[in-house]
């Protein structure tokens, strides 16, 4: 079966170990190369692909990733709705570590990364509409797969794409919350748009890593990161495993 769905796994989820994996395969595309090889197997029955979005080995940071190169293979190979897993800093008060949230809307924040496919040899400018950044009949699916579990999702949050790969000051928080933020990550642009351009069907997961800077007293431990994402990554895969069946087939 060809495969329409894919996930790409962002910080905490390099591997997916719920993928029964069949075959990996190496694509390359008039961008360059992707960040990993597409895995891709069974989850639930069906045949899903995985993208591990800062390589295999989490090598790649934010600003280098080959973000039109990732959406391109995956188009490429078939895949119309893609599920990003994206770790963030909380923002807002409900935002504690180990939350899961699902937004519906972003602000891009990033700068000089690649974020088009209408750049270059274009027979006539093109702009897309991207009023609801996310898809919301995915966006659909992911809440009611967490639902059903319980998992105390937040079912609508405003994503703030930062450069990175440093965190924030406490004065760019209180600026990203004046602006009507609530999480905040380094990946979640130009990845949507790009899903976008090409037609795909695009939801984010995102994972609260820490409160973001200046929101508890002290510093951010990275340890304290991984810490949260490795408890919150059993909760993940058990939500793509209710999600996968419920997607609609186009
Ligand atoms: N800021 C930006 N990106 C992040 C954070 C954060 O606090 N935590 C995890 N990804």
């Known amino acids: 079966m060809t495969p329409t769905i894919a996930i790409i796994g962002g910080t905490g989820l390099t591997s997916l170990n719920t993928l029964e994996i069949t075959h990996r395969e190496n694509q390359s595309t008039p961008y360059g190369e992707p960040s990993s090889p597409l895995i891709q197997g069974k989850l639930s029955g069906r045949t899903v692909v995985f993208l591990a979005r800062h390589g295999l080995h989490h090598t790649l940071p934010p600003h280098k990733i080959n973000y039109r190169a990732n959406l391109w293979a995956l188009q490429r190979i078939g895949i119309k709705h893609i599920i990003a897993i994206a770790a963030v800093g909380g923002i807002r008060n409900d935002m504690a570590p180990g939350v899961l949230a699902f937004p519906d809307q972003l602000i891009d924040y990033t700068w000089g990364r690649q974020g088009t496919f209408f750049d270059e040899n274009l027979t006539q400018v093109t702009h897309i509409d991207f009023t609801e950044p996310y898809c919301p009949q995915l966006r659909g699916r992911l809440i009611q797969a967490a639902q059903l579990l319980n998992l105390g999702a937040r079912e609508s949050c405003t994503y ?6 440093r965190l924030e000051t ?32 695009y939801a984010t997961c995102a994972i609260v890593a820490n409160w973001a800077a200046g929101k508890a007293a002290g510093e951010i431990s990275m340890a304290e990161i991984e810490r949260n994402l490795q408890e919150s990554m059993a909760r993940v895969k058990l939500l793509l495993t209710e999600l996968v069946p419920i997607i609609d087939p186009s």
């Not at 703030?160 to 790969?165: E, I």
């Not at 790009?194 to 037609?199: G, H, M, N, Y």
């Open 170 to 201: 406490a004065a760019e928080i209180r600026k990203l919350e004046r602006d009507g933020c609530d999480i905040v990550g380094m990946t979640g642009m130009p990845e949507a748009a790009l899903a976008r351009e090409l037609d795909l069907r």
């Open 160 to 165: 703030a794409a930062m450069q990175g790969p």
